[in-house]
């Protein structure tokens, strides 16, 4: 018999490690109607103003600042750049466009870029123009972005054990430990890949969250008919599907993946 409590030492360890991240294999989509622009030096930016227009030309402001020190106008590692959270309520706009007023007086618009998805925008200030889209992630403040991760992870990971500890109490699967210890291991591990892509990647949410579902079913699989010797292997593998399913289709429904 082997010492089992180093290894529960271990992964406990790990567990802590990984709380950052130990929730996305299940939560939702992006919304699609919530967008980040990156505008790339406010240094001499008086104000600025987000205009909207929907399909029939109509223009209507999106946001507005009248100075740069707005709490709402995020900054990141650059000190120069800026960035703003927009929102297009029920996709009403279809695109949008800057004015900005310089400290000097001077002023300056944009042209009009569509909205797309739920991609986010990088603006050049000095060449007034659009330079791509992408995520920014990457250049946020690497400690405010842990402890956000941390804050908005903590619920859906505590909802993902729940619940697929509950469909293992339908299915019979018992003990029902190692339905807690399999996503302890699992999450971890689609999380990190999920992470990682979608801050430097664009990419399809939906494929990828697709492709990785299947990984860990397959996986989880696997591991329970390792564990699970007197189950069969149709209802473990029926549990797998069904155990996932539950926690990912509750925990998006309820964070608005279906409108």
């Known amino acids: 018999?082997?010492?089992?409590?180093?290894?529960?030492?271990?992964?406990?360890?790990?567990?802590?490690?990984?709380?950052?991240?130990?929730?996305?294999?299940?939560?939702?989509?992006?919304?699609?109607?919530?967008?980040?622009?990156?505008?790339d030096d406010v240094t001499d930016i008086d104000s600025l103003t987000v205009i909207g227009y929907d399909e029939n030309g109509f223009e209507?402001?999106?946001?507005?600042?009248?100075?740069?020190?707005?709490?709402?106008?995020?900054k990141t590692r650059v000190g120069s750049e800026r960035i703003i959270d927009l929102y297009n309520t029920g996709g009403?706009?279809?695109?949008?466009?800057?004015?900005?007023?310089?400290?000097?007086?001077?002023?300056?618009?944009?042209q009009m870029?569509?909205?797309?998805?739920?991609?986010?925008?990088t603006y050049s200030v000095s060449d007034n123009e659009f330079t791509g889209i992408?995520?920014?992630?990457?250049?946020?403040?690497?400690?405010?972005?842990?402890?956000?991760?941390?804050?908005?992870l903590a619920i859906p990971w505590g909802l993902t054990v729940l619940l697929e500890w509950l469909v293992a109490l339908i299915?019979?699967?018992?003990?029902?430990?190692?339905?807690?210890?399999?996503n302890l291991v699992s999450n971890p591990v689609m999380n990190i890949v999920l992470l990682i892509v979608m801050s430097?990647?664009?990419?399809?949410?939906?494929?990828?969250?697709?492709?990785?579902?299947?990984?860990?079913?397959?996986?989880?699989?696997?591991?329970?008919?390792?564990?699970?010797k007197d189950i069969s292997k149709k209802r473990l593998l029926l549990f797998a599907v069904?155990?996932?399913a539950v926690s990912y289709g509750t925990y998006a429904i309820i964070s608005g993946l279906f409108y």
């Open 200 to 228: 430097n990647f664009i990419i399809n949410y939906f494929w990828l969250v697709l492709i990785l579902e299947l990984l860990v079913v397959g996986l989880e699989f696997l591991f329970y008919t390792f564990r699970y």
């Open 171 to 182: 299915f019979k699967i018992k003990p029902s430990r190692y339905v807690c210890f399999t």
């Open 113 to 121: 870029v569509n909205f797309v998805g739920e991609d986010s925008y």
């Open 60 to 74: 209507k402001i999106m946001v507005d600042f009248y100075s740069m020190d707005d709490e709402r106008l995020e």
């Open 134 to 152: 992408g995520t920014f992630n990457t250049r946020k403040p690497a400690v405010l972005q842990i402890a956000l991760w941390v804050f908005m």
């Open 1 to 39: 018999m082997f010492n089992k409590k180093p290894i529960l030492a271990i992964l406990t360890l790990l567990l802590l490690l990984c709380v950052p991240v130990i929730a996305l294999a299940n939560s939702a989509a992006p919304d699609p109607n919530a967008h980040e622009l990156l505008i």
């Open 92 to 110: 009403a706009s279809k695109g949008f466009r800057i004015e900005i007023v310089f400290s000097g007086g001077e002023t300056q618009t944009s």
């Open 242 to 244: 069904v155990a996932n």
